[in-house]
């Protein structure tokens, strides 16, 4: 089993930036690929980012490319999304995952963690 607690969500201006961390507990998590994804209200949840196993290949949405960068610290066992040139369709929960491959589909991923609010003010 693999426990995973998102934090760092908030309230920003839009132009701001903020920074997501996702921690894991329980199984090993240098074994995990790992994605963020969002959800808004009323929609349904999308892929944000994907991070490989070693952290050499990372992978974003079109929405996010060039703004949002994730990555991993293996030693604290620690994930992040941070988010540059927040616009408020960022708006949403944001929610880590682990899987078993690198993928952008929620089937992919078999842990989830409860997510962190994110909201972008204009």
């Known amino acids: 089993q693999v426990q995973l607690v998102e934090s760092g969500g908030g309230l920003e201006q839009a132009g701001g930036s903020l920074r997501l961390s996702c921690t894991a507990s329980g199984r090993i998590f240098r074994m995990y690929t790992m994605g963020w994804f969002r959800q808004a209200p009323g929609k349904e949840r999308e892929f944000v980012a994907v991070i490989s196993v070693s952290g050499s290949s990372t992978y974003y949405a079109d929405s996010v490319k060039g703004r949002f960068t994730i990555s991993r610290d293996g030693t604290s066992n620690t994930v992040y999304l941070q988010m540059n040139s927040l616009k408020p369709e960022d708006t949403a929960v944001y929610y880590c995952?682990?899987?078993?491959?690198?993928?952008?589909?929620?089937?992919?991923?078999?842990?989830w963690g409860q997510g962190t609010q994110v909201t972008v003010s204009s």
């Open positions: 995952a682990a899987g078993s491959s690198f993928a952008s589909t929620i089937d992919r991923y078999d842990y």
